[in-house]
Nanobody, 114 residues
Framework: QVQLVESGGGLVQAGRSLRLSCAAS????????MGWYRQAPGKQREWVAS??????NYADSVKGRFTISRDNAKNTVSLEMNSLKPEDTAVYYC?????????WGKGTLVTVSA
């Protein structure tokens, strides 16, 4: 079992930046995919970004603005969010897949005001 705890959410003005972090309760290997998803009010959860090994991928809506990174020694994954827009407002969830099991954090709320 892996517990994931997100942090770093909050209220921010459009155009500003925010950094989210997610800490895992046990070792996460570099080959284990880690990612961020988000769910806006009234919408389905959507994939935002993922990292596995040295490879990163981003949803088109955040490409060029968000950067995902991980620290395997600290078992953390982060999401640097720049040039935030009101449509980025959502609960952001951390995700990891290990040994065929998918784990989720409880989420952190990001609110971007116009």
């Amino acid at each position: 079992q892996v517990q994931l705890v997100e942090s770093g959410g909050g209220l921010v003005q459009a155009g500003r930046s925010l950094r989210l972090s997610c800490a895992a309760s046990r070792s996460i290997f570099s080959i284990n995919p880690m990612g961020w998803y988000r769910q806006a009010p009234g919408k389905q959860r959507e994939w935002v970004a993922s990292i596995s090994g040295g490879n990163t991928n981003y949803a088109d809506s955040v490409k060029g603005r968000f950067t995902i990174s991980r620290d395997n020694a600290k078992n953390t994954v982060s999401l640097e969010m720049n040039s935030l827009k009101p449509e980025d407002t959502a609960v952001y969830y951390c995700n990891v897949r290990q040994y065929g099991v998918e784990y989720w954090g409880k989420g952190t709320l990001v609110t971007v005001s116009a």
